[in-house]
């Protein structure tokens, strides 16, 4: 199995919602990885977890909250949002430093 | 001069054509190189490692020139679905960081 799932596919919400981006991998990789992109730029990187412990944020606002509930699955929570944060928001994973990502295939949010 | 630099294109071709892409690199000790293609809207894919010695996969071909610092890929018989954008992708060694280039778009036309 040599798949990301990222659910929802698709997100609309308010500047005052609260909502949750979910990914999940089971191929035993120990990094995983958020990135936002916006149409026509490559993925900016937001946040890596490392064997479930943050080990980079790219300096990414509060609003925008990473979870690693466990070696499988990464959360990433939202509140609070503002429009420009509209934007692609794709999850990866490596097995170690070096290694290819593998890319789920990414949340459309859109902020209004 | 950027981390890792590539023509955006885009690289208009008619099917059945050759193509090649080069993207540089600024981190000589860099040692961990990727293709990944991106179709509009969806995440990318990994097309391919690149390789010291050079690699193949079909009509794909990948090279390293450590020397001057760049990567190629080359598009062999061009179809209609390798239209994409293709990202030169390119590991910061020891770390989770990966510096992506800002693709170049290719469009191949019937």
């Known amino acids: 199995d040599t798949e990301v799932t990222q659910t929802p596919k698709h997100l609309v919400m308010g500047m005052t919602n609260k909502k949750s981006l979910k990914c999940e991998q089971h191929m035993g990789h120990r990094a995983m990885y958020w990135y936002k992109q916006k149409a026509k730029k490559p993925p900016e990187l937001m946040f890596v977890y490392s064997y479930e412990k943050l080990s980079i944020n790219e300096s990414v606002p509060s609003r925008f909250s990473p979870e690693c509930p466990n070696s499988s699955l990464l959360n990433l929570h939202l509140h609070a949002l503002q429009p420009e944060d509209s934007a692609l928001y794709l999850c990866?994973?490596?097995?170690?430093?070096?290694?290819?990502?593998?890319f789920g295939s990414g949340t459309q949010l859109s902020v209004l | 001069r950027k981390e890792v630099e590539q023509d955006p294109g885009p690289f208009n071709v008619p099917e059945g054509a050759t193509v090649a892409f080069n993207c540089t690199y600024s981190n000589s000790a860099s040692q961990s190189f990727f293709w990944y293609r991106q179709d509009c809207r969806k995440e990318p894919k990994l097309l391919m490692s690149?390789?010291?010695s050079g690699n193949e996969d079909g009509r794909f071909t990948a090279q390293l020139n450590r020397a001057s610092q760049y990567i190629s890929l080359l598009i062999r018989d061009s179809k209609l679905s390798d239209s994409a954008t293709y990202l030169c992708?390119?590991?910061?060694?020891?770390?989770?960081?990966?510096?992506f280039g800002t693709g170049t778009r290719l469009k191949v036309l019937a």
């Open positions: 992708v390119v590991n910061i060694p020891g770390t989770y960081k990966y510096i």
């Open positions: 990866a994973s490596s097995h170690k430093p070096d290694e290819k990502l593998f």
């Open positions: 690149v390789y010291s």
